[in-house]
């Protein structure tokens, strides 16, 4: 009896391709024979291979659809018998990453493609260390000390993982390579696989006497102190990296790295924007109404502010060139200063009669009385 290749597939007649193509991809890892052992579960690889064979391909479908299976007969499609099977369309990259296979589909197959990838020896990892600097550190720069625990090479056997001067030699289960293969023939082929040597741990090197430090593994971990040098402008969030001070690697392959991620610790005066630093400065009101000089804080010392006659409540100053070094560059940001005019709670017998003598010359009160005739009707 013919075989439904719709039915084989799990789709419908109108299917789009991309829903064939997504329905071969489900079965083609729910029954490849490396990951599901079931009896029949070879025959339904084939099944689905060779009906996505025939359905992906857009003439093969259209003869399918008229004739039946009975087309292939004069097509000259062989099916997806062993090796020398259509595989037309298949994606055979996307389909068996999903295994485990993280070389991808030359590695899973290198045997029938001729030839696979030697993989090298594997760099250390990378250290990642919160760094904790005050708010000058981040805006001046600073050296600071970290103590971290590190995989380091074994200074006394210099790696090798061999107590010193005991013979080394190479692996008899890798030849020395340091990956162990693996080779099987399958209906599609011949199927290689390779993988770190058990025996050796991908050095390719056995000897009759570990080292004593390191017990034969080549690394230990090991406490150590590391200088950093913190550039001017840093701020929370930017990260250092010091190369080759992370964990070591394999023997002959390169350390990782030091990711030192800054955290910069606020101040009690100034908030930061990028560059640029702002504060509040507390004003009299005989300064702001009559205008005077001012000393304010900056990050380099006392400055002084001009403030002019009739300043009110809230004006923003602006020193240029007062805030923090941008990182990178030889510029600087903007120190903002906020006047905040202060109302004295507290007055001297003098102090209130001036301020009565003040309040019969002003003109605010007076001015606010018009208010209430712009809202003429509201209150009666």
Known sequence: MAKDYYEILGVRKNASQEDIRRAYKKLAKQFHPDVNREKDAEQKFKDAQHAYSVLSDGAKRRNYDQFGSEAERFSGASGAQGFGGNFSGADFEDIFGGFGFSGGFSDLFGGAFGGSRRRGPQGGEDIAVRLNISFEEAAFGAEKQLEIDAIQECEYCEGSGAKPGTKVEG?????????????????????????????????????SSPCPVCSGNGKVHKHKKIKVNVPAGVNTGNSLRLKGQGNAG?????????????????????????????????????????????????????????????????????????????????????????????TPEKLSKKQRELLEKLSEE??????????FGKLKGMFE
């Open 171 to 207: 692996c008899d289960n890798c030849n020395g390579s340091g990956i162990e293969r693996q080779t099987r023939r399958t209906f599609i082929g011949v199927i290689s696989t390779q993988s770190t040597c058990r025996k050796c741990r991908g050095s390719g090197q056995m000897f």
């Open 362 to 371: 002003d003109e605010t009160a007076k001015s606010r009385k018009g208010f």
């Open 250 to 342: 394999e023997r002959g392959a390169s350390k990782g790295d030091l990711i030192a991620v800054i955290y910069a610790e606020p101040h009690e005066v100034f908030r930061r924007d990028g560059a640029d630093i702002f504060m509040e400065a507390p004003i009299s009101f005989p300064e702001a109404a009559l205008g005077s000089e001012v000393e304010v804080p900056t990050l380099k010392g006392k400055a002084k502010l001009k403030i002019p006659s009739g300043t009110q409540s809230g004006t923003i100053f602006r020193m240029h060139g007062k805030g923090i070094k941008k990182l990178g560059e030889a510029s600087y940001g903007d120190e903002f200063v906020k006047a905040i005019i202060k």
